[in-house]
T-cell receptor, first 110, second 118 residues
Framework: SQELEQSPQSLIVQEGKNLTINCTSSKTLYGLYWYKQKYGEGLIFLMMLQKGGEEKSHEKITAKLDEKKQQSSLHITASQPSHAGIYLCGADFGYSTLTFGKGTMLLVSP | DVKVTQSSRYLVKRTGEKVFLECVQDMDHENMFWYRQDPGLGLRLIYFSYDVKMKEKGDIPEGYSVSREKKERFSLILESASTNQTSMYLC?????????????????FGPGTRLLVL
C-alpha cells in the first residue's frame, strides 16, 4: 500500500476560486515538503513543514501540517492560471530519502 | 541560487544501447539522487549517493547503475536500454541531513530528461 496518498488526483478550478490539496501519510512524518512541477519540467520547491501544527505561507499558497504529523494540506487562495501544474508532496520518514506522493494535477480555467 | 543541470532535455535511444544521463550541481551538495517519473506511478527513487564513490539503491534500481567520481556530478547508466525504461528522469541534490528529525535541507531538482527507448 502507498505510504503517502495525495488527493485529489486532479482538479479543475475556475480562476479566482480557492482550492485545497491533501497529503496523507500512513505513519508519522519527520517532515513534509511541497513541490510544484510544470508539465515536462523539474520540481520547484515550495515549502517545508517539520513541526506538528506548523503553517507556512508564500504569496497565495498556505501549507499546514497537522498536530499528529500525518497529514498536510496545501491551500491556494484566489487561484490564477500561473498556479496550474502538478503539486507533489514529499515525506521524510527518517530514511534519509524522500517518499513522494503521486501528485495532483491542477488546471485553472479562465 | 542552487543550480542542478541535466545533460539532455530529450533523448531517443534504441533497445540494447548503453545510455548515460549526466547530472551536475553547483552547490557543493553531498547528496545526489536519480528518480524516474511515470504517469500514475509518481516519482520513484532509482539510486542515490551520499558522497563521492558512494551509492545506495533506491526503490527501483534494476536495470540501472550509477557513478559518482566527483562531488558535483552523478551519472545514471542504463546498461542495455529497454522500452520499459522510457520515462522522465529527474536528478536532485541536497545538503547532508543531520538525521531524522534534525536539520533538513530540501532537494533541488534538475529540469529532467525525457528518454524514449525505441
Amino acid at each position: 500500500s502507498q505510504e503517502l496518498e495525495q488527493s485529489p488526483q486532479s482538479l479543475i478550478v475556475q480562476e479566482g476560486k480557492n482550492l485545497t490539496i491533501n497529503c496523507t501519510s500512513s505513519k508519522t512524518l519527520y517532515g513534509l515538503y511541497w513541490y510544484k512541477q510544470k508539465y515536462g519540467e523539474g520540481l520547484i520547491f515550495l515549502m517545508m513543514l517539520q513541526k506538528g501544527g506548523e503553517e507556512k505561507s508564500h504569496e497565495k499558497i498556505t501549507a499546514k501540517l497537522d498536530e499528529k504529523k500525518q497529514q498536510s494540506s496545501l491551500h491556494i487562495t484566489a487561484s490564477q492560471p500561473s498556479h496550474a501544474g502538478i503539486y507533489l508532496c514529499g515525506a521524510d520518514f527518517g530514511y534519509s530519502t524522500l517518499t513522494f506522493g503521486k501528485g495532483t494535477m491542477l488546471l485553472v480555467s479562465p | 541560487d542552487v543550480k542542478v543541470t541535466q545533460s539532455s532535455r530529450y533523448l531517443v535511444k534504441r533497445t540494447g544501447e548503453k545510455v548515460f544521463l549526466e547530472c551536475v550541481q553547483d552547490m557543493d551538495h553531498e547528496n545526489m539522487f536519480w528518480y524516474r517519473q511515470d504517469p500514475g506511478l509518481g516519482l520513484r527513487l532509482i539510486y542515490f549517493s551520499y558522497d563521492v564513490k558512494m551509492k545506495e539503491k533506491g526503490d527501483i534500481p534494476e536495470g540501472y547503475s550509477v557513478s559518482r567520481e566527483k562531488k558535483e556530478r552523478f551519472s545514471l547508466i542504463l546498461e542495455s536500454a529497454s522500452t520499459n525504461q522510457t520515462s522522465m528522469y529527474l536528478c536532485a541534490s541536497s545538503s547532508r541531513w543531520v538525521g531524522a528529525g534534525g536539520d533538513m535541507e530540501t532537494q533541488y531538482f534538475g529540469p529532467g530528461t525525457r528518454l524514449l527507448v525505441l
